[in-house]
């Protein structure tokens, strides 16, 4: 049997935002000419133990969140649980949005008062969560807009003592969403079905991630799963759109690409350590992805 210290590690957004004084942060998002995100503004399907809270500006984008299917347009907002399996598409160039990011443990105080106890601390569990959206007709959204709306502008900006007023309004927010029962509990939002299917997802992704360089078989993906291979590609491929082995093809060249980019090993030793037992068929497999011979790509980067 496999080790399962890896498991719901890798698949795990790696980046920090903020600091151990300061955990959270603003950023703003666009997309089109002159930006990172020339065609279209794109987040591959991750998590993270932060919660996001995004305002859209302007266009539309889909959220995929816990394998629902969302349609966000201008005035929009999400929220993005600690945890939520998600992705996020522009549907075209020239969006623009918002997102505010904290780690949820700052809400922790020492005393245990019935702010703590009631409200703060159970969302601090993920016993409760937020709503995945909250759009401009819904009842709460005049109350709430405005402190999202401060809570985005004090973190973009960082004027003085923005880290401070962020908290507070937070903190208001927190608790005109438990007075007017705005909160989920977490075991209502996902059938027993879905969360099984995500807890697979992100076992095999994060194993993919951590193993890519060894021999990964059908079969161990599947042990991986504990599930049969065939049931293993039906659901892999419903929530990809590809089978398992398919992805980890894609992920060992992603990780090829970076390799050609970032040192100075020869094709070959990129193939073996990215996983790939024969350099040729490494090749054929990195023209198909990428339009051209891993030695073209290094030269055009």
Known sequence: MYN?????????????????????IGLHFESGNNSFYPNHFFVE?????????????????????????????????????????????????GTIH????????????????????????PFINHDNIFPHVLHPNDALYPVLYPRIQKILHDSLLQTENWYISCKLQLLELMSTMYLHHFFLQKNDTLSSSDRQKIARYKKLVSYMELHYPEHISLDNLAEIAECNSQYLCRFFKDITGMPPMKYLIQYRIEQACEMLRDTTKSVLEISLDCGFENVSYFIRKFKELKGSTPQKYRQLQ
Do not use: C
């Open 98 to 121: 918002d997102v505010f990011i904290f780690n949820p443990e700052l809400l922790a105080f020492q005393y245990s008062d019935a702010l703590q106890t009631d409200i703060l601390q």
């Open 45 to 93: 399907r991750h998590w993270h133990h932060t919660i996001e809270i995004i305002l859209i500006l302007k266009g539309s984008y889909e959220f995929e969140i816990n394998l629902e299917q969302y349609i966000l347009n201008e005035g929009d907002i999400a929220f993005l649980n600690s945890g939520d399996l998600h992705q996020i598409t522009g549907l075209k160039k």
């Open 4 to 24: 399962k210290t890896y498991l719901d590690t890798s698949l795990k957004e790696h980046a920090t935002h903020g600091t151990k004084k300061h955990p959270m």
